[in-house]
């Protein structure tokens, strides 16, 4: 599986972008977005299962970032809202082969494809 993500750039603070993640193939794949600040270890933000039912935020997040997908295109999506400086990182979509419908992982070692991350600079 390869993961092509897309859609990071320079934003002013309080300001929106989306960002994108398009997979290869059609497995069943639950999904999730990881971020990297500079200097810092990477940080869960968000994972959707398999159908989209089930979501899950990182508390920093919460309420302004919205994850979602669409299976017809392999694609997920991560809408992030009033950003802040803090949001400053690269952020990275992961994939895993859904045992469920309805799971969700937020772990990084319970993922196996990685894409390879994209730049969301937020400027104050």
């Known amino acids: 599986v390869q993961l092509q993500a897309s859609g990071g750039g320079l934003v002013q603070a309080g300001g929106s972008l989306r960002l994108s993640c398009a997979a290869s193939?059609?497995?069943?794949?639950?999904m999730g977005w990881f971020r990297q600040a500079p200097g810092k270890e990477r940080e869960f933000a968000t994972a959707?299962?398999?159908?989209?039912?089930?979501?899950y935020y990182a508390d920093s997040v919460k309420g302004r970032f919205t994850i979602s997908r669409d299976n017809a295109k392999n694609t997920v999506y991560l809408q992030m809202n009033s950003l802040k400086p803090e949001d400053t990182a690269v952020y990275y979509c992961?994939?895993?082969?859904?045992?469920?419908?309805?799971?969700?992982?937020?772990?990084?070692?319970?993922?196996?494809?990685w894409g390879q991350g994209t730049l969301v600079t937020v400027s104050s």
């Open positions: 992961a994939a895993v082969p859904a045992s469920s419908s309805s799971r969700l992982y937020v772990r990084d070692s319970e993922y196996r494809y």
């Open positions: 959707i299962s398999w159908i989209g039912s089930n979501t």
């Open positions: 193939g059609r497995t069943a794949y639950a």
